[in-house]
């Protein structure tokens, strides 16, 4: 699957330290999902950023194991899941209009240079011809940059708000993307 390829990539520009040098208190938590679907399968990339701050300082010392400083990759295997539900807190999925969990199939974490983490989680979903994602709407729910690999669509990211959901249709004959 090509999201393999865009997940090593994102990889190597986060652990380049594409992270900005602004004051902790300046930067957001970010998410950010790629799509890329086929006949046969639907995948996404879901990339969250935890900027440095008192946040990213408790988790790392919550699964700095051996309090070297560092995050090791045994250790970022342990901190992934608690990462995954922040990344996808407050998500909806649904295919052809059932709403469906996603499978996590992989996850990579880097310690930014700046101090905080970013995590890419390759995930995938049951096919089928209509996908949508929702932000649920509550306070302080995180926006959600969403995009289909440029191969898919060049339109780029959407930024969804809370109450906002965005459909994309899969199938070469249909409309490509719909927003509501």
Known sequence: ???RIALSLTLILLSMGMGTSASAHELPIERQMVLDWSDEA???MLVYREPPGPRSDRLKSMFDANRDSRISPAEARKMGPQLYMRA???LAFKV???PVMPVLVETKVVRERTGGFSVAFLISFEQGSEFEVSVIDEPGVIPLNIAPLPS???Q???ELHPGQSKVFRLREDD???SKH
Request: aromatic share 4%.
């Open 1 to 3: 699957m090509t999201l």
């Open 42 to 44: 639907l995948g996404a």
């Open 88 to 90: 996808t807190h407050k």
């Open 96 to 98: 052809n209009k059932k």
């Open 152 to 154: 898919q669509n060049s």
């Open 156 to 158: 780029g990211f959407t």
């Open 175 to 177: 409309e490509k993307v």
